[in-house]
Each structure stands twice: as structure tokens, then as C-alpha cells.
Nanobody, 116 residues
Framework: QVQLVESGGGLVQPGGSLRLSCVASGFTFSAYAMSWYRQAQGKERELVATITPSGGSTNYADSAKGRFTISRDNAKNTGYLQMNSLEPEDTAVYYC?????????WGQGTQVTVSS
């Protein structure tokens, strides 16, 4: 059974940091590119960052560049999103997604709220 389980969200003050995790099971995680998306209330889901299956290449949305870092540990079947210098505009549900030619899987999301 394919599963992606995100964790690490929560309430943080502006300027703070969080690290999100995405634990995969039921498929060969290392064969899939991984992405983090977010969806703020009333807005469309948007791409935040992507990492290749090997972890050798990453890409970021302009809003994430310089503040967020995507990474993965294929030995642990886990992906991460380190978020620093968080702003209220980063408040959203964050989702991990894995994809390759054979299919795409989504996690259930974790809420991140940035507020004083």
C-alpha cells in the first residue's frame, strides 16, 4: 500500500523555522522525483520545491529561494523541507508529492501557520 505521510508542521512565529518530513512506504522512493507543494486558504496549490530521485538537483519557486531547502534521504525513504525565515505569507497546508513516468502520489498534508 502506497503511503506518503507528512509531519513537522505547526505554529511558528515570523522569522522562525520548521522542518517538514515526508515518509514514504509501499513503493521504491528512490526512483521518484519528490516535490513539496503548498495551498493557502482560498488559493490554488502551488509548487514550492522539487528534488530529483538521486537528490543531485533541486529547484525552487521564487518565494522559497534562499529560505527553504529541499532534501531527501533515500536510505530512510524520507524527504524533507527545511523552512527558515518564515513569513505569515508562508501559512498553508504543505503537501509532498512523488512522481515518475509510472505515476504520482500525494501525501495528506501538514498545516504550517506563521503568526505572532
Amino acid at each position: 500500500q502506497v503511503q506518503l505521510v507528512e509531519s513537522g508542521g505547526g505554529l511558528v512565529q515570523p522569522g522562525g523555522s520548521l522542518r517538514l518530513s515526508c515518509v514514504a512506504s509501499g513503493f521504491t522512493f528512490s526512483a521518484y522525483a519528490m516535490s513539496w507543494y503548498r495551498q493557502a486558504q482560498g488559493k490554488e496549490r502551488e509548487l514550492v520545491a522539487t528534488i530529483t530521485p538521486s537528490g543531485g538537483s533541486t529547484n525552487y519557486a521564487d518565494s522559497a529561494k534562499g529560505r527553504f531547502t529541499i532534501s531527501r534521504d533515500n536510505a530512510k525513504n524520507t524527504g524533507y523541507l527545511q523552512m527558515n525565515s518564515l513569513e505569515p505569507e508562508d501559512t498553508a497546508v504543505y503537501y509532498c508529492k512523488v512522481s515518475r513516468w509510472s505515476g504520482t502520489y500525494w501525501g495528506q498534508g501538514t498545516q504550517v501557520t506563521v503568526s505572532s
